[in-house]
T-cell receptor, first 112, second 113 residues
Framework: GNSVTQMEGPVTLSEEAFLTINCTYTATGYPSLFWYVQYPGEGLQLLLKATKADDKGSNKGFEATYRKETTSFHLEKGSVQVSDSAVYFC???????????FGKGTMLLVSP | DAGVIQSPRHEVTEMGQEVTLRCKPISGHNSLFWYRQTMMRGLELLIYFNNNVPIDDSGMPEDRFSAKMPNASFSTLKIQPSEPRDSAVYFCASSTRPNQPQHFGDGTRLSIL
């Protein structure tokens, strides 16, 4: 079956530090991969996506590259801000299907 | 543009009571999803609809849970009777088509005492 594994949090960083949140997946076929972000008290928001191998998704300074050979989709940002503090979810959707499989989420805390 | 609207935002009730959660998807979105989020289990898909028809309800925990979508702009998730282990945040999401990115509501935080 499908599964998504994320690094456990919380990840604690100082403002302007470099961020990496690891995500690996198990799936049949060629899934699409997503990163969602959840701010306190809110629902999940789509941050970025990639639909095929070697695609790079990017948004708001965040990037992730679809690596089929390592079944990974790590989230990176060069310089985090306090406003980036949130929970980040990696997810996959198999082609031909409609349902998302989510990781457990990784909390990011950025201090001034 | 209005996003996915859920009500109520918070619900506190005693075990055994009936609970009804409501969702209004984004206009023009044909697919609707109900999720449950807990610390222990993370995000779980309960059920999803396409064009108002339930497509996959394999995630519904048990017969106490039921979901309906009487029209394209409204869905309900009902728990009867409720139990303390149902306490969670319940999210509704919608998308234009089943395999397109989903847009989430702000959730309903449910506490069963």
């Amino acid at each position: 079956g499908n599964s998504v594994t994320q690094m456990e949090g919380p990840v604690t960083l100082s403002e302007e530090a470099f961020l990496t949140i690891n995500c690996t997946y198990t799936a049949t076929g060629y899934p699409s991969l997503f990163w969602y972000v959840q701010y306190p008290g809110e629902g999940l928001q789509l941050l970025l996506k990639a639909t095929k191998a070697d695609d790079k998704g990017s948004n708001k300074g965040f990037e992730a590259t679809y690596r089929k050979e390592t079944t990974s989709f790590h989230l990176e940002k060069g310089s985090v801000q306090v406003s980036d503090s949130a929970v980040y979810f990696c997810a996959l959707m198999n082609s031909g299907y409609s349902t998302l499989t989510f990781g457990k989420g990784t909390m990011l805390l950025v201090s001034p | 543009d209005a996003g996915v609207i859920q009500s109520p935002r918070h619900e506190v009730t005693e075990m055994g009571q009936e609970v009804t959660l409501r969702c209004k998807p984004i206009s023009g979105h044909n697919s609707l999803f109900w999720y449950r989020q807990t610390m222990m289990r993370g995000l779980e898909l309960l059920i999803y609809f396409n064009n108002n028809v339930p497509i996959d309800d394999s995630g519904m925990p048990e017969d106490r849970f039921s979901a309906k979508m009487p029209n394209a702009s409204f869905s309900t998730l009902k728990i009867q009777p409720s139990e303390p282990r149902d306490s969670a945040v319940y999210f509704c999401a919608s998308s234009t088509r089943p395999n397109q990115p989903q847009h989430f509501g702000d959730g309903t935080r449910l506490s069963i005492l």
